[in-house]
T-cell receptor, first 114, second 113 residues
Framework: DAGVIQSPRHEVTEMGQEVTLRCKPI?????LFWYRQTMMRGLELLIY????????DSGMPEDRFSAKMPNASFSTLKIQPSEPRDSAVYFC????????????FGPGTRLTVL | SQELEQSPQSLIVQEGKNLTINCTSS?????LYWYKQKYGEGLIFLMM?????EEKSHEKITAKLDEKKQQSSLHITASQPSHAGIYLC?????????????FGKGTKLSVIP
């Protein structure tokens, strides 16, 4: 089975530009999570979807960040406008809400904002 | 909010040696997850502990949960270079089975051949 798929794997952009990160969860998983990982703050939960509905977005840093999940097999995290402090590795994870709640992570997108 | 403290922050061991990594929570642990991350890659799920006193093993890695101490330990027996990486613990932050995890900052393990 394919794992969580993220694209792009690396993104380098200039400050002020719009950045869109993409995620395809594991088929059959109905919970999706976006995380950000930095050296300073570690791994932080940004937003959590259940059955395509955002449940908790309290971790989203500010209004420049937005996330959508239009269907069960696709989600996006958008940053507009991007800033250098947004540079981090962004992970998407998915899980089933029934049975084992263990989250399975994608390979991440390494974002660099110049 | 719940905080997870991992110790040590980094660890260098000789191949074949045993080692232990600890994860201590500032609040009650409802579920504790261990992940491994290699540089430049995503997290790999190792195991989940839900009940006090529970112990699980995955190959040469054993994890235990001590609810009273609000702590979990990860023990690797006869370490190998393939065990090298960053080990992160995660815990259910809400306690309501929502699966929203708070993570520790990780323990970086290096294994010298």
């Amino acid at each position: 089975d394919a794992g969580v798929i993220q694209s792009p794997r690396h993104e380098v952009t200039e400050m002020g530009q719009e950045v869109t990160l993409r995620c395809k969860p594991i088929s059959g998983h109905n919970s999706l999570f976006w995380y950000r990982q930095t050296m300073m703050r570690g791994l932080e939960l940004l937003i959590y979807f259940n059955n395509n509905v955002p449940i908790d977005d309290s971790g989203m840093p500010e209004d420049r960040f937005s996330a959508k999940m239009p269907n069960a097999s696709f989600s996006t995290l958008k940053i507009q406008p991007s800033e250098p402090r947004d540079s981090a590795v962004y992970f998407c994870a998915s899980s089933r809400t029934s049975g084992s709640p263990s989250q399975y992570f994608g390979p991440g997108t390494r974002l660099t904002v110049l | 909010s719940q905080e997870l403290e991992q110790s040590p922050q980094s660890l260098i061991v000789q191949e074949g040696k045993n080692l232990t990594i600890n994860c201590t929570s500032s609040k009650t642990l409802y579920g504790l997850y261990w992940y491994k991350q290699k540089y430049g890659e995503g997290l790999i799920f190792l195991m989940m502990l839900q009940k006090g006193g529970e112990e699980k093993s995955h190959e040469k890695i054993t994890a235990k949960l001590d609810e009273k101490k609000q702590q979990s330990s990860l023990h690797i027996t006869a370490s190998q270079p393939s065990h090298a990486g960053i080990y992160l613990c995660g815990a259910d932050a809400s306690g309501a089975g929502s699966y929203q995890l708070t993570f520790g900052k990780g323990t970086k393990l290096s294994v010298i051949p």
